[in-house]
């Protein structure tokens, strides 16, 4: 359960990006690979937690689930139903290689346009 | 009102992240193989760190650790014993240890003289899978007491682990342990999984695994 440390990094990585004074931030989209041991709904519920009094407060948080996706030497890239069954769905093959799945990363943030300055910019760099 | 979308592309635990790449070179550019330790509580983490470390003291290989737990330094008295330099980690509740942890206890020592480096986790199976600590080789452990299935029940931390070590293999008769079942748990879960089976008790399997730490190449641990 490091679900709390994770929303607070989250919180904290986005705070750290807004330009000063932050502007209204309506929403942030999280992608959370399936091999990353983070649990969504834990992570959205430690998130309202850890946006209380800051400039994330009333921005919703969607996480993005994203499945685990091996590079079979033979088939190429194959999409998993589980995780717990590392071999290729098409041909049978255990493989490890793992190229999608582990994912924990802060994809976007919506802000109110109304209040933005143009140092957003620096943001998307 | 309206809203504009800012693409952000920041990896969560990126400060965690850069502070284990430091590490990890800081490792390389001396030469020390570290490794990550990680089980459920009673695993026998400890039982068998006393073990190799007294083993690497007798072969002549400088070994030293860093234990984490809860609370005490309980571990760190046991592993002082072995006449190998020990330092705890208290986390005072965490579940995990972090790469900054791990920066501030090494202070003072002379990382240049080891040749090993251990880091025992807290033990918990779901929450250290997420943090790099800078190490070379990541071991999961697996006791025969536990239950052959524990590798499919915890994916993320099994599929994250270089090597994983069976322990308490004397008690495996006693405790009917399903060898086959427990093998095909951890290639189901990490198809190139090394694996080692130890026992604290007699001995088995312990210079395997020092000559496996200590010798491994290093390899970048994947970015999570």
């Known amino acids: 359960m490091h679900e709390l440390s994770v929303a607070h990094a989250v919180v904290s990585t986005v705070v750290d990006a807004l330009p000063s004074p932050p502007p209204r931030v309506l929403g942030i989209r999280v992608r959370v690979g399936e091999l990353s041991g983070i649990v969504p709904r834990a992570l959205e519920f430690a998130y309202d937690v850890a946006a209380q009094d800051t400039p994330l407060a ?8 994203s499945p685990v996706v091996i590079d079979c030497p033979a088939c190429g890239p194959q999409q998993l139903a589980s995780t717990h069954d590392f071999r290729c769905p098409v041909c049978g093959t255990p493989c490890g290689a793992v190229i999608g799945g582990k994912e924990l990363e802060i994809l976007d943030v919506t802000l109110d346009d109304t209040c933005v300055s143009e140092d957003m910019v620096e943001v998307s760099a | 009102m309206t809203a504009r979308i800012v693409e952000l592309r920041k990896g969560v635990l990126e400060k965690n992240d850069l502070l284990a790449a430091g590490l990890r070179a800081q490792f390389a550019d ?19 760190l006393e073990l190799l470390l007294a083993r690497a003291v007798e072969r002549g290989i400088v070994a030293a650790a860093l234990v984490g737990d809860c609370a005490t ?17 208290v986390t005072e509740g965490m579940c995990h ?50 239950g052959e299935d524990k590798p499919v029940k915890y994916p993320q931390l099994f599929h994250s682990s270089d090597v994983v070590v069976v322990t308490k293999t004397d008690l ?9 079942a427990a093998l095909a748990a951890v290639a189901a879960v990490n198809p190139d999984a090394t694996v080692v089976e130890t026992s604290a008790r007699t001995g088995a399997g312990i210079d395997d695994l020092l000559d496996l730490l200590s010798t491994r190449t290093p390899h970048l641990q994947e970015a999570p």
């Open chain 2, 30 to 48: 001396v030469d020390v193989r570290v490794s990550n330790w990680v089980s459920s509580p009673g695993t026998g983490k400890t039982a068998l």
């Open chain 1, 58 to 65: 009333d921005a919703a948080l969607v996480i993005e689930v």
């Open chain 2, 172 to 180: 495996a008769a006693a405790v009917e342990w399903d060898r086959d």
């Open chain 2, 73 to 89: 330094d309980n571990d760190a008295q046991r592993l002082a014993r072995s006449g190998a330099p020990v330092r705890q980690i």
């Open chain 2, 97 to 146: 240890l972090e790469a900054d942890m791990i920066g501030e206890h090494l202070s003072g020592w002379d990382l240049r003289a080891l040749d090993l480096l251990v880091i025992e986790n807290v033990g918990n199976l779901v929450c250290p899978s997420s943090y790099d600590l800078g190490e070379d080789v990541r071991v999961a452990l697996l006791s025969v007491t536990e």
